[in-house]
């Protein structure tokens, strides 16, 4: 049974306190969440119902070395159509590099509209098979030109990361719902995993920022 994280909360991933034990050859990192409606109502799994504007959320994850940096934040790719792609194939998975160079970590997909059940993104990570240079990483959502079109996380409710294993198996979950104090706040360190005495841990942190740039978020790491 998966066990409910409160903000701060740290467990192992490998192995819970009910001597549940879990499959880390392929971890899932599912992130959702539900917009209400300005005028307070509540519009249904997810984003472009109604009249109401279109959200577009972000999966970001950090990959960290032991010294709590992205070593390598790639190098920009030329598209056909002219367009430059900034930390391309680097130590930063998101929209525009969705796979890492090692194969072990990657993005399922960009959904823009948040529409259907469970997961709105999700970001598979090979844990066994992590070169151990990289000590942590970090899990971001970014609410893409949120302070442009004025979108908060005080619009956002009954948002959420999990963590299943490589059977399905979900082994935590860690939920949040947007109030008044993250009303301007454009993005949100969800939560990390990390290495620690042979194992994983998976720690809920819930630290919104009010920027929505991905080279901003960056920049302490």
């Known amino acids: 049974?998966?066990?409910?994280?409160?903000?701060?909360q740290t467990i192992d991933l490998?192995?819970?306190?009910?001597g549940e034990s879990f499959d880390l050859s392929s971890v899932t990192i599912g992130l959702g969440?539900?917009?209400?409606?300005?005028?307070?109502?509540?519009?249904?799994?997810?984003f472009g119902g109604g009249e109401e504007a279109e959200y577009d959320l972000d999966a970001?994850?950090?990959?960290?070395?032991?010294?709590?940096?992205?070593?390598?934040r790639g190098y920009a790719k030329q598209t056909a159509n002219g367009r430059t792609i900034n930390m391309f194939e680097g130590d930063v998975i998101y929209f525009n590099s969705m796979r890492h160079p090692s194969g072990h970590i990657w993005l399922t997909g960009d959904n823009r509209t948040g529409a259907g059940e469970?997961?709105?993104?999700?970001?598979?990570?090979?844990?066994?098979?992590?070169d151990p240079k990289y000590d942590r990483i970090l899990f971001l959502v970014a609410i893409y030109q949120g302070r442009k079109n004025n979108q908060h996380f005080g619009m956002v409710e009954n948002a959420f990361i999990r963590a299943v294993d490589s059977h399905g198996k979900e082994i935590a979950?860690?939920?949040l719902s947007g109030d008044s104090t993250y009303n301007g706040m454009c993005s949100m360190t969800f939560a990390e995993v990390?290495?620690?005495d042979g194992t994983w841990k998976f720690r809920a942190i819930g630290d919104p920022h009010s920027t929505d740039s991905l080279s901003e978020l960056l920049r302490n790491y």
């Open 60 to 72: 970001i994850a950090f990959l960290l070395d032991k010294n709590g940096k992205v070593a390598n």
């Open 14 to 18: 490998r192995k819970n306190d009910k």
């Open 1 to 8: 049974m998966a066990i409910n994280l409160v903000k701060g």
């Open 173 to 175: 979950k860690f939920s």
């Open 194 to 196: 990390y290495r620690k």
């Open 33 to 46: 969440w539900d917009v209400r409606k300005s005028n307070g109502g509540f519009l249904g799994k997810l």
């Open 118 to 130: 469970g997961d709105d993104e999700q970001i598979i990570v090979k844990l066994d098979s992590l």
